[in-house]
């Protein structure tokens, strides 16, 4: 038995498992073994995904499913549901759900698992230590995680996230004791010299906002962490709380002690339940070790986190808005005129940083300001994780260095289109960045080269779209956004967005005049002058973006109401292919509106009066005769 | 019992600073909804005008006035979604739902239909969650299905 509890270092972190599999065999774990030669079960660890991405496949069934089965056949297991991420595991969730199996010092990674997959896994893998190779995790997979820099994603899958001992068998907290021993000086100086940007959007260093706040002599200071990720298409910061909210956790601690702060809060959007449950065991779990609290680590520092939910406003992703809501107000920015390190939060000197900003600060004390700049590019150091999603092969969670080419992360990386569209641009920054057309796609994503091309770094959404996505539908997407969340403070954004969107409305229903783009133009430019806070600064990104680069599009919907993707409703007119119709009627009997004539034998007819152009029968005719 | 509710809600953020935002939310979560009442009923007992919760509520996109249907369906218009097609897949379960122009329930009560900007699973768009399952990579056929089961499961359960 003593042999059975033989652990390597790497699977400390997670529960090992016990197999009771042939007892008789005592051998020791095989260094790593071909694939094949697995022998019989000793150490097992099975770890399947259980976040969001993962639940939507149906993770649970699958647990379930290996918990039945192994006990079916006698071997006790705990399987090791720890997940960590929303989107998977390992960041790929396009093959949902992966299955890492890790028998006797061998890892094998299965990609797409259903339920009805796991007895086979079960007898052939665990019993006979055959892999099933036709469900592995294939070239896609090795593609996806092999090229990228995994820094902060590196525990991601490994640990388990609602164990805090798991963190610290990975060094965890290393960076505080560390930090704790020197003084906030040297702390600050330290994250100084690593040159980290803010990695919330507007790349502010880290290191200097921080000194701004540590020279007020005000007694009382708030460090707040922004976990109010409003970017649609971007879900970085909270795959990272729901896969190790300990370093975030530590991160802020750091902060704190760097600018003398003795209360943290961490807002988070009330949409992400599961990283509120993480994040408050994560705390939790970190009172009771001492990490938080009175006199951390008898270092005579006190130091304690709040959680506060956000309710659902995208503006509060704004810093001074952020703090009027912690203070449970409506979250409306205020003028700049003074910087929030030195009024904020309750009009006490603030420090406000993203989650991932907070995530990268124990690393950077315990490895050093030098190490962390061997990542990432000369102003930019250090990797950045995005969401990449969209029309790409391999969606997911990234991590890359700064500075990576947008070629290598769509093609190489994300494996390029999905079907036979040709891939027309990628939206980073969310709302408030813009469309980098593919003959660009050779340009380091920094967040100085993003905005020379009219784009941001943003929180580090990718969005990829193919030639079926009309560019000014998605420019009024944007906007439709922008203004529906405008706080309504300021006219420029109030109504300037207002009017934005509706030029947008006309020209996606073809009722655009020309001088439209023009006029779109010169509004953008002047909300972006005008407003008051970076929502509104911002909020024109994605019309000029595309207007800069598919102009041709716009003039096609204005000039000849033609929508050249293809995906504006109004413009659309769908015939019946007189050539290909097979005479079937299955378009008829999905019309909603009776607007198709068909009789048996006969073809199809759409009437267009009655036509809603709702698409049903496209998508319900099987000979591609509804164009 | 009214009462009784309210008050457990007070307990909790007496001494807080700052918790319009909190108390709504319990309240929510304890009625289903913002309930004028209730409003009144801390507004009094805080000595804070009523119309700062309403303020306050109308701000937040979390806050709803009105009750909601029995199930709850959200679907994500968050940009990944939405250049997977969410917008024809709302359109057809508002058709199915029959939900009238500008309203967000069914006349019967049994579901709402709630847009949110991104549920952060972008990766398996497009997404519709019902009552917190989660279904990823939803098509028009699959968002009829599922809204069918769970209308099917209510009859059964009656």
Not at chain 1, 135 to 155: I, P
Not at chain 1, 303 to 313: N, P, S, V
Not at chain 1, 615 to 626: K, M, Q, R, T
Request: glycine share 10%.
């Amino acid at each position: 038995m003593a042999a059975k509890k033989k652990t390597t270092t790497k699977s400390k972190a997670v529960v090992q498992t016990k197999a009771k599999l042939k007892p008789k065999s005592k051998a020791k774990a095989k260094p790593k073994a071909s694939a094949k030669s697995v022998g019989p079960a000793k150490d097992l660890t099975i770890k399947i995904c259980a976040g969001t991405g993962g639940l939507a496949v149906g993770s649970q069934e699958v647990i379930n499913e290996f918990a039945k089965e192994l006990k079916a056949r006698g071997i006790k297991a705990d399987i090791a549901n720890k997940c960590v991420k929303k989107t998977g595991c390992r960041g790929l969730c396009s093959k949902d759900l992966i299955v890492e199996i890790r028998q006797n010092g061998n890892t094998e990674v299965y990609q797409l698992i259903t339920p009805d997959k796991v007895r086979r896994i079960v007898e052939e893998h665990i019993i006979n230590g055959e892999p099933v190779f036709e469900w592995l995790a294939g070239e896609d997979y090795h593609n996806f995680n092999d090229r990228q820099t995994k820094v902060l994603l590196k525990q991601f899958g490994h640990i388990d996230p609602e164990d805090i001992n798991a963190y610290i068998n990975v060094s965890g907290y290393e960076g505080l004791r560390k930090a704790l021993l020197q003084t906030t000086f040297e702390v600050t100086e330290e994250v100084k010299a690593s040159g980290l940007r803010g990695r919330g959007g507007a790349g502010f260093p880290t290191g200097l906002k921080w000194e701004f706040c540590s020279m007020s002599t005000e007694p009382s200071k708030y460090i707040i962490c922004n976990a109010d990720e409003g970017d649609p298409g971007a879900f970085m910061d909270c795959a990272i709380i729901e896969g190790n909210a300990h370093s975030v956790i530590e991160g802020m601690i750091i902060g704190g002690y760097s600018i003398g702060s003795s209360e943290g809060y961490v807002y988070i959007r009330a949409e992400y339940p599961l990283a509120i449950k993480r994040l408050e065991i994560a705390i939790k779990q970190a009172r009771e070790k001492g990490f938080l609290g009175k006199n951390i680590l008898n270092s005579g520092f006190d130091f304690d986190i709040k959680i506060k939910q956000g309710a659902g406003a995208f503006v509060c992703g704004e810093a001074s808005a952020l703090m009027r809501s912690i203070e449970g107000k409506r979250g409306m920015p205020r003028a700049k005129l003074w910087r929030s390190a030195v009024k904020g939060l309750w009009g006490k000197p603030t420090v406000l940083n993203n989650v991932e900003t907070f995530a990268n600060i124990p690393l950077i004390i315990l490895n050093g300001a030098e190490w962390y700049r061997s990542f990432g590019t000369e102003k930019s150091p250090g990797t950045k994780v995005f969401s990449l999603t969209g029309k790409v092969k391999n969606t997911g969670l990234i991590e890359v260095p700064m500075g990576m080419m947008l070629r290598e992360m769509i093609i190489d990386i994300g494996g390029g289109r999905t079907g036979k569209n040709k891939l027309k641009a990628v939206q980073t920054g969310g709302p408030s960045g813009g469309c980098i057309p593919a003959d660009q796609f050779d340009l380091p994503v920094d967040f100085d080269s993003l905005a020379s091309v009219g784009s941001m770094m943003g929180s580090g959404s990718m969005v990829v779209v193919d030639d079926t996505t009309c560019m000014v539908d998605l420019a009024k997407f944007f906007i439709s956004f922008t203004q529906h969340e405008s706080c309504g403070k300021c006219v420029p954004c109030r109504i300037g967005t207002k009017r934005m969107l509706e030029i947008l409305t006309r020209i996606t229903e073809g009722k655009g005049v020309s001088g439209d783009i023009e006029l779109l133009e010169e509004l953008g430019n002047d909300i972006k002058m005008t407003s008051l806070c970076g929502l509104g600064q911002s909020a024109p990104n994605p019309v000029l973006s595309t207007i800069r680069f598919f102009r041709d599009e716009y003039e096609s919907h204005i000039e000849h109401g033609r929508c050249p993707a293809g995906a504006c409703k109004s413009l659309r007119q769908y015939i019946v292919n007189l050539e290909t119709c097979k005479k079937c009627g299955k378009c008829a009997r999905v019309c909603p509106s009776a607007a198709i004539t068909w009789q048996p034998k006969t073809k199809a007819k759409i009437a267009k009066t009655k036509c809603v152009k709702c698409g049903a029968c496209f998508d319900a005719c099987p000979f591609n005769a509804i164009m | 019992m009214f009462n009784k509710k309210c008050q457990g809600i007070l307990d909790k953020y007496h001494k807080e600073g700052g918790s319009v935002i909190s108390i709504l939310q319990d309240m929510q979560e304890e009625f289903g909804y913002v309930k004028e009442d209730a409003i009144n009923w801390f507004s009094e007992k805080l000595n804070i005008p009523a119309s700062n919760f309403f303020g306050v509520a109308t701000f937040y996109a979390q806050f709803h006035l009105k009750p909601r249907g029995k199930n709850i369906v959200t679907a994500c218009c968050g940009t990944a979604c939405h250049v997977k097609g969410s917008e024809a897949i709302i359109d057809r379960m508002r058709a199915d739902m029959a939900i009238a122009e500008g309203e967000d329930t069914t006349p019967d009560g049994q579901f709402t239909l709630e847009n949110v900007a991104c549920v952060g699973a972008c990766s398996i768009g497009p997404v519709v969650i019902v009552n917190k399952k989660v279904y990823g990579g939803v098509t028009l056929d699959k968002a009829s299905t599922i809204l069918k089961d769970y209308n099917d499961s209510n009859k059964d359960r009656k």
